[in-house]
């Protein structure tokens, strides 16, 4: 069975703290890494994907990948009220492309207080 | 860029009845996803289409749900003799073909809202 965990939260940071989202996964073939934000009752909006081991920024986030801890995690810096909403955590095994389809957590809930 | 276009937005309809959601994707992807969300989970596949060829059905596909990308362009999801449990927001997602490394970044679209009376 292959999942993917997340702590639905909420968690609440105040406005201009960074937000830390923790996701980890059970296949050890899962190759690559999606972070999603999703408002509620909207469809979710792709903001940071990662392949290898490390980091990736762009711009406010960051996304960290341990593939030995079977570990992804988006950081958000100096967040906003607008960054409200449930970030959903996303790997796809893609075995030379033949699997296509993304396995989702069931989202974190991120409140930003002003 | 146009993204991915789901109809209708809403669709309310009495147990029983069938549905057809529509999906266009981004013109230049060749691969297209179905996914379902209900309240408080993630997305789950559904079924996924490169060109017309459909790929793979997950286990939620069940008899009642069939889909069609007849020209490789825009898909089709109908569900038979709905029930309260299709309920659901129904996604649509599309994305270029994956190389033999890394998966490609999937869009997705503003969903269908099935709600069963």
């Known amino acids: 069975q292959k999942e993917v965990e997340q702590n639905s939260g909420p968690l609440s940071v105040p406005e201009g703290a960074i937000a830390s989202l923790n996701c980890t996964y059970s296949?050890?073939?899962?190759?690559?890494f999606f972070w999603y934000r999703q408002y509620s009752g909207k469809s979710p909006e792709l903001i940071m994907f990662?392949?290898?081991?490390g980091d990736k920024e762009d711009g406010r986030f960051t996304a960290q990948l341990n593939k030995a801890s079977q570990y992804v995690s988006l950081l958000i810096r100096d967040s906003q009220p607008s960054d409200s909403a449930t970030y959903l955590c996303a790997v796809n095994l893609n075995y030379g492309g033949s699997q296509g389809n993304l396995i989702f957590g069931k989202g974190t809930k991120l409140s930003v207080k002003p | 860029d146009t993204g991915v276009s789901q109809n209708p937005r809403h669709k309310i309809t009495k147990r029983g009845q069938n549905v057809t959601f529509r999906c266009d994707p981004i013109s230049e992807h060749n691969r297209l996803y179905w996914y379902r969300q209900t309240l408080g989970q993630g997305p789950e596949f559904l079924t996924y289409?490169?060109?017309?060829?459909?790929?793979?059905k997950s286990r939620l596909l069940s008899d009642r749900f069939s889909a069609e990308r007849p020209k490789g362009s825009f898909s089709t999801l109908e569900i038979q003799r709905t029930e309260q449990g299709d309920s659901a927001m129904y996604l649509c997602?599309?994305?270029?073909?994956?190389?033999?490394?890394?998966?490609?970044?999937?869009?997705f679209g503003d969903g269908t809202r099935l709600s069963i009376l």
């Open positions: 296949d050890r073939g899962s190759q690559s």
């Open positions: 289409f490169q060109n017309e060829a459909q790929l793979e």
């Open positions: 997602a599309s994305s270029l073909v994956p190389g033999t490394g890394n998966g490609q970044p999937q869009h």
């Open positions: 990662i392949y290898s081991n």
